[in-house]
């Protein structure tokens, strides 16, 4: 008994050690591309492009967080691999952190997808109703 919570405790210190060393990693900012094929678009309206900049800037933020933990995670790893006695349990924890991380962001990316998807979606069905209503309107008015 005593063995197990001296190997738990060794894993919290063990991975509360790769957590402060990811966070003290510093990269780089990201280059921004959606923003201007949103504006470049001949295809969406002013309403589309205001809420699409919306979503691109949320999704930006994500992306950053999650790409920027990414790298410095990258980082201690290749640390930890270099070390003449390598520390399984530490390239362990970072393996299980990349793989979330990595799933983290597709995921987020799959979502803002399909939230772009419903802001062009729902903008042109209220378009076809909007014209569908006046036809009508125009049909009964000539009655």
């Known amino acids: 008994m005593m063995l197990a919570l001296t190997g738990c405790a060794?894993?919290?210190?063990?991975?509360k050690k790769v957590e402060a060393e990811v966070?003290?990693?510093?990269?780089?900012?990201?280059?921004d591309k959606a923003r201007d094929l949103i504006q470049k678009s001949p295809d969406l309206s002013s309403t589309q492009k205001e809420k699409l900049f919306l979503l691109e800037e949320q999704?930006?933020?994500?992306?950053?967080?999650i790409t920027d933990e990414i790298e410095k995670t990258k980082i201690v790893m290749i640390?930890?691999?270099l070390k003449p006695q390598m520390n399984?349990?530490?390239f362990k924890i970072l393996k299980k952190k990349l793989a979330k991380l990595d799933q983290q962001r597709m995921d987020n990316?799959?979502?803002?997808?399909?939230?772009?998807?419903?802001?062009?979606?729902?903008l042109e069905q209220l378009q076809k109703t909007q014209f569908d209503d006046f036809m009508f309107h125009d049909l009964v008015k000539g009655m």
């Open 10 to 15: 060794s894993s919290n210190v063990e991975r």
């Open 23 to 31: 966070q003290s990693i510093q990269i780089e900012p990201h280059v």
């Open 59 to 65: 999704n930006k933020q994500n992306y950053i967080k």
């Open 79 to 81: 640390q930890t691999i």
């Open 88 to 90: 399984n349990k530490e």
């Open 109 to 122: 990316g799959f979502a803002s997808v399909a939230k772009a998807r419903d802001i062009i979606a729902s």
